[in-house]
């Protein structure tokens, strides 16, 4: 009788890990994306009403038949909030470029199509957009599995498109060779690792000690996984010698063993990507076991989620992490007022990269001379923007060159990404993320060794 | 050495919150003879109760630790009252089981719509200071929680052995239809046990509110390893579930620190399954 209930105690307990395991899993996207949820929601709701007010009466001056954009993100379910922000720097851009006279004279009009975080209805509304809306040219997605399928939809119809903020490696790989209505203009995932390793190399310059070892402190899951992939892809080209991987099961209970572990390491640097709750821990976790490594640079995730300097306070000063883009990028600071002022929030990674990609199609519909989905792919993969749009802004991004290029990384060869494209490194600095890298892009010097107080 | 004095203390440090969670699931695996899902989450409402005392009424979480306590208590005993006294009379492990699960479900998903996802932390004065002792150091809220452990723990045992009621639910635990025969309220000795265990979880959950963060899932993994404790350290039995909480928590520094990181977690469960492999060979042998 013991054993019987033994037995069965054994197996619920299993079930109950594997739920578990489930849990965390997911628990950690959903986080951060719900997060933001919280502190986006009621901006969202007045912020469209006011982007739509705005459009309207510039569109109504335009008299030419308007070209028409469509949007497939996330409005409903649990990735709604980034679907937001990205829809947000579409909005921006569009009213900008239609009280600025629009394209040739014809406005830009948004048609969003809503794929709600699911591949088979990003399917179907790029049907719908194409076929009924008509739609001149798309820009989607924000999960890279739905960007994959709507980005065949688009060329099986002949509709260029292009992504603002699908980083998954695999979209532009070999397999997808021939999608040349496709392009991508955001950084690929490497590119994030790779950027963080150049960082390593540069901070030099202003520290005057050179990041010899580094160390990876990362989840078990597929997030660290793709690091230290990546970072092994890289560490030779930039000399860097890996001398420990620490990784940990997500929503640890006490990650002392691995800081120890680390310490015992002793790297110039470690890199890391954890998800927001064992982010914190880890900070935490530093202190208590003695140890300040001199540098820090995280993956984002967890560690810009918005609650990560509020539970750690001062000790989190130091800490830096890849953006896309922050508010003090000297390419930014004067949009970023502007954006705050219509919209209450800063301007995010997503709703730049977005907002940038409105103005790359402008450019390129104007160079086609013509809405036509053929001539637009053409001048797309023959577009160069060097420094700012043509009658229009500077590039907002840390990066100031966009052409689309076929080119080897680490050995496999990609297509049609804008190669020039690249992150900012920022670091926490009296409790705000300051842009520390690239050294063109920012005006505050990195804090070295990180305080950690 | 001092790395291994290190680990030592880590070790013991976190052991602490495994044995109290470990011994607040055996009470009630002792006496009821079923195993609460929830105990990870009751950890979690332990903690928001202990935010909530600190962020609204500014109560320091360590005086919050009586409060959370009793509170815990009287919300296990009304569990017990209302839902799981009347399940035990149906004798199906099935329905406690989907019972707890589904209550666990419950609490961590109500945390999720009151409070949100966002991850949130106390941080007191004190909360960020540091004690050098030789080579080790110490966050100051993880010694004086594990003095709070050791005196709960304590009282727990005193509790149990010297007076009336810890008599009776021992009596109980160990033969209820007995129990029963020489005038015991079973049903009310379930009330406590129920309601204690709780009192413990939520008590681990208070303490542990300065180093760690409060989310709606935080008790899952807290609740995994309790149930771990409680097979190691034999079903039913407190002061195994106290040793075994320390053993846990010395374990997986140790595994890491000798072995790998990475490879703690399944040292861990590798144990788990080699001491119930050979406890069950044990139990046959005597048969």
Redesign the interface.
Known sequence: MKLRKLTSLLCVAAVAMSALSGCSGSGGSETTAATEATTTAAAGGESKAEAEGETEPAGAELTGEPIKIGTIYAMSGGSAAIGTNILRGIDFAVAEINAAGGVDGRPLEVVRGDHAGDAATGRSEAERLITQEHVDVMMGCHMSVVTEVVAQVCQQYGVPMITAISTLDRLSNEEHKDMDYFFRLCPLNSVYVEDMLMYLRDSKEQTGEEIKTVAIFTDRAAIGQELIRCVELFKDEYGLELVATVDYTSNATDLSAQVLALKQANPDAILCDSYIGDATLFIQTLKEQNYSPKMIVAKANGFTDPSFITNLGSIANGVASVVEFNPDLTNGKEINEEFKAEFGVDMNGHSAESYTVVWLFKAAIEAAGSAEGEAVKEALANIEINGEFPGGRKIVLPYDKIKFENYDLAGEAHYRDNTSASVAIAQIQDGEWKTVWPFDFSDTKIAYPAPLQ | MS?FL??CV?GLL?GG?YSLMGMGQNIIFGVMKI?N?CHGEMLMVGMYLTFILYTFFGIDPYLAVPIVAVTMFCLGSLIQHTLITPSLGTKS?TNL?FLTVGLGLLLSNGALVIF??????I?TAYS?T?I?LGPV???LP?LISFGVLIVVTVALFAFLKYTTIGKQIRAVSQNPVGAEVVGIDVKKIYILTYGLGIALAGTAGALLTQ???I?P??G??????A??VV?VGG?GSIPGAFLAGIFL?LL??MS??FI???Y??LIV?MTF?VI?VV??TM??RRK
């Open positions: 790395m290190q680990a880590n976190m919150f195993v899902f492990f089981l949100g996802s966002e991850y949130r932390s941080r960020q540091y050098q150091t110490m966050a993880r180093f760690y963060t989310f899932t935080a899952a993994s807290f609740g995994f390893r149930l771990i097979v079903l928590g997986e520094t890491a620190l790998s990181p990475s703690s977690d469960f399954i119930l406890r069950q139990i046959a």
